[in-house]
Antibody, heavy 120, light 107 residues
Framework: QVQLVQSGPEVKKPGASLKVSCKASNYTFTNFGIIWVRQAPGQGLEWMGWISPYNGNTNYAQNFQGRVTMTTDTSTTTAFMELRGLRSDDSAVYYC?????????????WGQGTLVTVSS | EIVMKQSPATLSVSPGERATLSCRASQSVTSNLAWYQQIPGQPPRLLIYGASTRATDIPARFSASGSGTEFTLTISSLQSEDFAVYFCQQYTNWPLTFGGGTKVEIK
């Protein structure tokens, strides 16, 4: 069965950088896109961006432009989301999810989420 | 950016009753609309895509309709496991956008 397994919880100080991984298995990694979504405590879902492992194309939400970088490693079928200049309001659960290869879509497979706490 | 608005924010329903949730888009998304269910501590679970197509393993008590800017999710007879938060999401254009959610709670 398709699995997306994310890295573990993180505690970061303001101004630090974060890198979350999303290990994909049991499907052809380059045939599907990956999105990153975050959810602050008690809040809704916020789309951060998308990457196509097929060609490396990315599309970032305006709110994160200049602060986020999404990459993939096809040799390990892992997607990464790096967020820089962390602030307290970046404290959230971060999810990866699998969608269509080259465009926006719906998302059936999700990672388990990575809890990130930003605190001095 | 397409803004998605859901109503009501909270819906109080008794088990066995019907629940009707709404989602409105600020501009047409044609049928590029998905619905998710989220239980606290879990990732979203896809219920519906293409505005009305149930995802794999989703029970028939979940149905959805709509196109353009107005969409509805109906749960015909609420079971205990259906009390959760429901989100709509459009995928017509980047950026992907989600509605703010409707919490379905036990009356």
């Amino acid at each position: 069965q398709v699995q997306l397994v994310q890295s573990g919880p993180e505690v970061k100080k303001p101004g630090a950088s974060l890198k979350v991984s999303c290990k994909a298995s049991n499907y052809t990694f380059t045939n599907f896109g990956i999105i990153w979504v975050r959810q602050a405590p008690g809040q809704g879902l916020e789309w951060m961006g998308w990457i196509s492992p097929y060609n490396g194309n990315t599309n970032y939400a305006q709110n994160f432009q200049g602060r986020v970088t999404m990459t993939t490693d096809t040799s390990t079928t892992t997607a990464f989301m790096e967020l820089r200049g962390l602030r307290s309001d970046d404290s959230a659960v971060y999810y990866c999810a699998r969608g269509l290869k080259l465009r926006a879509s719906w998302y059936y497979y999700w990672g388990q989420g990575t809890l990130v706490t930003v605190s001095s | 950016e397409i803004v998605m608005k859901q109503s009501p924010a909270t819906l109080s329903v008794s088990p066995g009753e019907r629940a009707t949730l709404s989602c409105r888009a600020s501009q047409s998304v044609t049928s590029n609309l998905a619905w998710y269910q989220q239980i606290p501590g879990q990732p979203p679970r896809l219920l519906i895509y293409g505005a009305s197509t149930r995802a794999t393993d989703i029970p028939a008590r979940f149905s959805a309709s709509g196109s353009g800017t107005e969409f509805t999710l109906t749960i015909s007879s609420l079971q205990s496991e259906d009390f959760a938060v429901y989100f709509c999401q459009q995928y017509t254009n980047w950026p992907l956008t989600f509605g703010g959610g409707t919490k379905v709670e036990i009356k």
